[in-house]
């Protein structure tokens, strides 16, 4: 059964996607042949809907970041998170370049107890950056502005009651955000987070269901016609090496050409040449956890190379290196704990060569074992720190970092962390820092072994830890 809408584009909630199956051989190379669904939009009404999905046909073509996530009947078919204990559940869709469109979704909270929430997404930049409109178990909806635990409440009606069925609609349309409830305007704002983001279905210590998701664009915006490729098939627990041509840096995030849930860390022994396919965390990698004990999607063996490669949300652990590596042209949709982990020994040499990250609370690249990373040609934004040296691990190491052409957008706590105590040195020139002029660029700590908290001694250039001048410094 199909209810009635309140907004004018309503009747594209009923339309079906036609799939098509394609089946040949995956440009990732981890897993061989890889059946393709490529989800084609047919629209009813509006030749301008960006997206729709009434769950008629399943859930292809959302990425799950935590919950339990499964389509059941309610009516109709709907989309249902039954794992009201969980404290942040979202599956994702769509295009991380969106920016001015209007998402509305059918949303019915199931169990939303007192502090609750269930809610629809735009602009979701990250698993923890977006703006929200959610049924509240306290008895209202909110428009709410979200970057990691800031929750910034931009509009609120009440409801009189969380556990019917509602319409919420955002319009985010260049700077300004507006929310709507059952087709009634109830807060309009000047947003701050950033401009571009996919769609999320979001609850909070809930279980909801949901029905009707439709992206279209909004006034003075031009759609094109969407094609999503999701891949149905695992991907392999192994890589082994390829011949592949010498990656070149890109300076542009890629578009993704299809989708690839990974269930066990994809282990690459030599070349793996992933054609920017998205990889994002399922199962036990698909929890969005902040754990520092998960698994990573991939694991590199020592030289072993890895590009071309998108990773989604979530990521879990990103990626290993447990000895010297390239990676060439990756792409951190969201990072998870940490975009990369650097594990080596004294003599390991890593490289970081084009690429970019969105979205660390944390670090991006963490090095733990010994060696020099250089990271060259990349770009970094919404993050904590763009790269750590451990500085708790149970063995330490002198660590040797080397910045070069890097680009990083947004306010962070820094740009990187040194323990000056092991002799750790960072080496930078060519770097841009947008808006965040007080950014700390090098920041120097006493590092230990005994898992304590390290302790912050300084930052600034000195010409032995911190290596760079003025010139190579440029804020914007």
């Not at 001015?100 to 979704?105: F, G, K, L, R």
């Not at 299809?258 to 994809?266: C, F, H, N």
């Not at 020994?345 to 010994?370: I, L």
């Not at 770097?431 to 005994?450: H, Q, R, W």
Request: hydrophobic fraction near 35%; proline fraction near 2%.
């Amino acid at each position: 059964m199909r209810h009635a809408h309140a907004h004018p584009d309503d009747a594209m909630a009923a339309s079906r996607r036609r799939r098509r199956m394609i089946t040949g051989l995956g440009a990732a190379g981890a897993a061989g042949a890889v059946t393709v669904f490529v989800a084609v939009l047919v629209p009813t009404a509006s030749a301008s809907t960006m997206f729709s999905d009434d769950f008629e046909n399943g859930a292809t073509g959302w990425s799950k970041s935590g919950g339990t996530w499964t389509v059941v009947t309610d009516g109709s078919k709907v989309f249902q998170q039954s794992k009201a204990e969980s404290a942040l559940s979202r599956v994702f869709a769509g295009e991380t370049t969106w920016s001015d469109y209007s998402v509305q979704a059918r949303v019915k909270g199931v169990n939303l107890g007192s502090s609750g929430l269930a809610g629809v997404a735009a602009r979701a930049s990250s698993s923890s950056t977006m703006y929200r409109l959610a049924l509240l178990g306290s008895g209202k909806a909110e428009l709410q502005a979200v970057k990691g635990s800031v929750v910034s409440v931009l509009g609120s009606a009440s409801i009189s009651s969380a556990t019917a069925w509602h319409t919420l609609r955002i319009d985010a349309s260049g700077s300004t955000i507006k929310g709507f409830l059952d087709g009634t305007a109830i807060g309009s704002a000047t947003g701050t987070l950033a401009a571009q983001g996919r769609i999320a279905l979001v609850t909070s210590r809930a279980s909801a269901e949901f029905d009707d998701v439709t992206v279209n664009p909004v006034s003075g915006s031009t759609a094109t016609a969407t094609v999503t490729a999701t891949a149905t098939a695992s991907a392999s627990a192994s890589a082994s090496a390829t011949p592949t041509k010498t990656a070149t840096a890109s300076a542009t995030w890629p578009t993704a050409t299809g989708s690839k849930a990974v269930t066990e860390t994809i282990e690459v022994s030599g070349s793996l040449d992933g054609g920017n396919v998205r990889y994002f965390g399922s199962g036990d990698l698909g929890t969005g956890s902040q754990d520092e004990d998960q698994g990573p999607l991939f694991e590199l063996a020592d030289g072993a190379s890895l590009s071309n490669v998108i990773l989604g949300d979530p990521a879990a652990d990103g990626v290993h290196c447990l000895g010297s590596c390239t990676l060439t042209n990756v792409w951190w949709e969201n990072v998870g704990e940490d975009a990369a982990t650097f594990k080596g020994g004294t003599s390991a040499a890593y490289t970081v060569n084009g690429g970019g990250a969105k979205g660390a609370d944390d670090k991006v690249f963490q090095h733990n074992g010994g060696g020099t990373l250089t990271i060259k040609n990349f770009q970094v934004s919404d993050y904590g720190k763009l790269y750590r040296s451990c500085g708790n691990c149970k063995t330490q190491f002198k660590r040797t970092v080397v910045l070069q052409n890097v680009t990083a957008t947004g306010k962070a706590k820094a740009l990187v962390g040194i323990n000056t105590n092991f002799g750790d040195t960072a080496t930078l020139s060519g770097i841009t820092v947008v808006g965040a002029d007080s950014l700390k660029i090098c920041v120097k700590f006493k590092g230990n072994n005994t898992g304590a908290e390290p302790t912050e001694i300084g930052s600034g250039a000195d010409g032995v830890n911190c290596k760079f001048s003025d010139s190579d410094i440029t804020f914007k």
